[in-house]
């Protein structure tokens, strides 16, 4: 160990030229104070500053925010070199760049643009400096009275919002438009695919909830309406992804998000990266359900169908997040969750918000190209002749899913002209807090709770009425084999299923009998056909030779032949 040890190099400062490879003619600092407005920058400099080796860009840490934690591990994994705060004061930076308002500017002459981190200037949030509210987006204004600061806004609107509140902002705003927005544009075309990368298959409608953060918001307010939302959405009609302000695990941690939200998440919550995969789940979302955040106004403007499940005080009257709260519909978290789900789809008009998206977004798409020339002419250089690149929203690597492994089933059997129909419905157990026994809620209606052999909670398998392998057997032989193991270990157990490997599923009774399903369907889930074998031995619909139609809720139709294997055929 050094007594002394060397000082610390970094790429700004005197003696920067004598390490660095890349000429670097002028010095941009990228302010990183919260993981909202470090993200919103990333995603940002990357298209207005490509392959320009004039510019040195280096990212310098504010620590002073309530909501740091997570800024250098997102700076570190971006591949970015930090350099200290207290630093910058000898930099000479030519140039510095935020998304966050509130950052400790370093004294100098340097310009400092400040980007939106949500749409325009719609919240109240608490001051950090002080025991008040402050406007959020809003830089103190010794900022703009040193004529340094230049606020890029995405409407008109929010320019003559800001001089009529701040009036010292006159002249200090930029009518660059939304970047964010204009990605989300673009990814509109993708939606197909990064609906199947989240998983939303087979017909589904996907679901997004959108919290933003503090005491209102819809989190703040009502943590348990996303359990109660997977309760209630039948999992093969409808996915149900949450996306939280990054505020959120900043301030509480992953580790806190995952204990509250544990129920809702091992019944397939998709908890979607409030960094990265956000935006791409926006796209493919078929209804939002959301608060004053900006996630919503975003989701409201690309034309989703909004249902509003609280709206804090704390949105900024007279602005187009405002105008949201008085034009989309309520939820009534106690009411019936999938009626108002599916009433939202089914009245939405695609240019019902279209108002609001004009009150809010500015010349939908020039937003880079715009902010690239603001950017050059702040650093006194010319632009690069070739075109800003337009980017694309990534696609989600994998569906960040739990597998659900037990299901609340609630089936019907319905005979017309001789033929017979099962409707099935499946929600996960996880989020009941009671699992459904075996009964019949009314003619015809059947409720039992299946499970899969992966099942953790030895308590739901115990429970199971239908005991259900879902990994295809290669042979009947080792399809039988399980059958008759898991039979003997659950005796509580009505039927066992188990998949095989060219479709359908191979099932023994209790009472010795073998059943084979195999629906027309070659994606069929095995627990649809464990389904519908149980309604028919509930509804004493014959299982030899048997055609039945089997209805996924609202989803689709296909048929499922039934037969019974004969005893002789068994190993």
């Known amino acids: 160990m050094h007594d002394n040890p060397p000082p610390l190099r970094t790429p700004v400062g005197p003696d920067a030229h004598r390490w660095r490879t890349f000429p670097g003619r002028k010095t941009v600092v990228a302010a990183a104070r919260t993981v909202t407005s470090t993200v919103r920058v990333l995603e940002t400099l990357p298209d207005l500053l490509r392959g320009d080796d004039r510019l040195a860009v280096v990212f310098a840490y504010d620590p002073t925010s309530a909501f740091n934690d997570g800024v250098i591990d997102l700076l570190h994994d971006a591949g970015c070199r930090v350099v200290p705060w207290p630093q910058l004061t000898g930099a000479r930076p030519d140039l510095i760049v935020s998304a966050s308002e509130n950052i400790d500017v ?116 009502d943590s348990d309406l996303v359990r109660r939302l997977l309760a209630e959405l039948p999992c093969d009609e409808y996915r149900v992804a949450a996306i939280t302000h990054p505020n959120v695990p900043s301030w509480h941690g992953y580790w806190e998000i995952n204990r509250i939200l544990a129920p809702a998440v091992e019944a397939g919550l998709l908890l979607m990266s409030p960094v990265h995969d956000w935006r791409s789940a926006l796209t493919a979302a078929d209804v939002v359900i959301g608060d004053h955040g900006s996630v919503t106004l975003y989701g409201a403007a690309l034309g989703k169908p909004v249902l509003l499940a609280a709206f804090g005080s704390d949105a900024v009257p007279g602005t187009a997040a405002a105008g949201l709260g008085r034009a989309a519909p ?143 057997a290669r042979t009947a032989v080792a399809a039988l084999r399980w059958i008759d193991e898991t039979l003997a270990g659950f005796t509580g157990g009505f039927l066992a299923a188990a998949a095989l490997d060219g479709g359908g599923v191979l099932a023994g009774l209790r009472d010795g009998r073998r059943a084979e399903a195999t629906a027309t369907g070659s994606d069929t889930d095995p627990g649809l056909c464990a389904a519908v074998l149980y309604t028919c031995l509930r509804a004493g619909i014959p299982l030899d030779s048997t055609i039945v139609t089997l209805r996924v809720g609202a989803v689709r139709e296909e048929d499922v032949a039934l037969r019974l294997r004969p005893t002789a055929q068994l190993p």
């Not at 998206?357 to 190209?369: E, H, I, L, N, T």
Request: aromatic letters at 4%; proline letters at 9%; glycine letters at 6%.
């Open 330 to 472: 309520r939820l009534d978290p106690r009411g019936d969750l999938y009626e108002q789900v599916e009433e939202a789809v089914r009245t939405h008009a695609p240019d019902r918000y279209a108002d609001i998206a004009r009150r809010s977004f500015a010349d939908p798409g020039q937003a880079v190209a715009r902010l690239r020339t603001a950017v050059y002419e702040l650093l006194k250089l010319p632009e690069p002749r070739s075109a800003p690149p337009l980017p694309t929203l990534p696609t989600p690597a994998s569906s960040p899913a739990a597998d659900v492994t037990s299901w609340c089933v609630v089936t019907t059997a319905s005979a017309e002209s001789g033929q017979w129909t099962v409707t099935v419905r499946r929600r996960p157990a996880a989020a009941f807090e009671d699992a459904a026994a075996d009964e019949e809620t009314e003619e015809g209606v059947y409720a039992h709770l299946a499970s899969d052999s992966a099942e953790p909670d030895q308590r739901l398998a115990e429970s199971a009425s239908v005991l259900l392998n879902r990994s295809p």
């Open 106 to 221: 370093p004294a100098g002459d340097c310009p400092v643009l400040v980007l939106p981190h949500g749409v325009g200037f719609q919240k109240q949030v608490p001051d950090s400096r002080s025991a008040r509210s402050r406007l959020s987006g809003m830089v103190p204004d010794a900022l703009l009275e040193a004529g340094r600061a230049w606020l890029a806004v995405s409407h008109p609107e929010q320019e003559e919002q800001l001089a009529a509140a701040h009036p010292k902002t006159a002249g200090r705003t930029l009518l660059v438009g939304d970047p964010c927005f204009d990605q989300l544009l673009r990814g509109l075309p993708r939606r197909d695919e990064h609906r199947r990368a989240l998983g939303v298959t087979g017909g589904r409608r996907l679901v997004v909830l959108s919290s933003t953060w503090g005491p209102t918001s819809l989190l703040g307010q």
